[in-house]
């Protein structure tokens, strides 16, 4: 299943709101900086079925506002037969 970018609830998950990612596809993991919540990491997996330049690691310094590629290594699926 696809998704359509990353998601941010500032009240316990009662409401939540995109914060962009949206060509990401699969966001396999999210880490949030333990002492200062807007920094994030995003794990970019994308669509296992074929090349996507939207894959790699994703900061965010203000709480999703904004985002920038961190890391990235080719647009192609990391295993193949």
């Avoid at 966001?27 to 074929?50: D, E, F, W």
């Amino acid at each position: 299943m696809m998704g359509d970018g990353i998601y941010k609830s500032t009240d316990a998950g009662k409401t939540w709101k995109n914060m962009g990612l949206v060509e990401t596809g699969r966001i396999g993991r999210v880490i949030v900086h333990p002492t200062n919540p807007n920094i994030v990491l995003a794990c970019a997996l994308g669509r296992a079925t074929g090349p996507q330049q939207e894959r790699g690691v994703y900061r965010t310094k203000d709480g999703g506002a904004t985002w920038e590629r961190v890391l990235f290594v080719d647009p192609t699926p990391a295993a193949r037969a």
